[in-house]
């Protein structure tokens, strides 16, 4: 992934994915003074992203269940930010995404180190029990 460039300064963001949801960590050096005590030019600030994975795990352990959904991270309204796309699971007994805590989610970064949920929006909750994804530029034309 680049690095954003922002008044002169670089910031990258690292996405940190576990079991229960996701987390974002946004870091961007600091101005340097050369007369200034150096600093860490590394500094965290932690941004929770409201999703969490649900494969609808039962003791029966059905091959479905035993999967985790797939993350992908691409730019795609076209500003310049990488977006992040969350595909989930679905309920055991009839593969289908009958509530919203079994929905995909498409969070649209907002710039600042935020990101908005646009999954209605952007028509991708799903209807059925997903277990990865793949982004792709099919036509070659950069997005």
Not at 64 to 87: H, K, Q
């Amino acid at each position: 992934m680049e690095p954003q460039v922002t008044s002169g300064h670089r910031t990258r963001t690292l996405f940190l994915l576990t079991t229960t949801g996701v987390s974002m960590l946004l870091f961007a050096p600091k101005a340097m003074n050369p007369q200034a005590p150096r600093e860490s030019p590394i500094h965290f600030a932690f941004h929770p992203i409201a999703f969490s994975l649900d494969s609808s795990e039962t003791p029966r352990r059905h091959a479905p269940e035993t999967m985790a959904g797939g993350v992908a991270v691409f730019d795609y309204d076209r500003d310049g930010n990488l977006d992040i796309f969350f595909s989930n699971g679905a309920n055991i007994d009839t593969l289908q995404k009958d509530s919203p805590k079994y929905w995909n989610h498409l969070f649209r970064n907002n710039g600042n180190g935020t990101f908005t949920d646009v999954t209605e929006k952007a028509g991708l909750k799903g209807t059925g029990f997903d277990v990865g994804v793949a982004i792709a530029d099919y036509d070659n034309d950069g997005y």
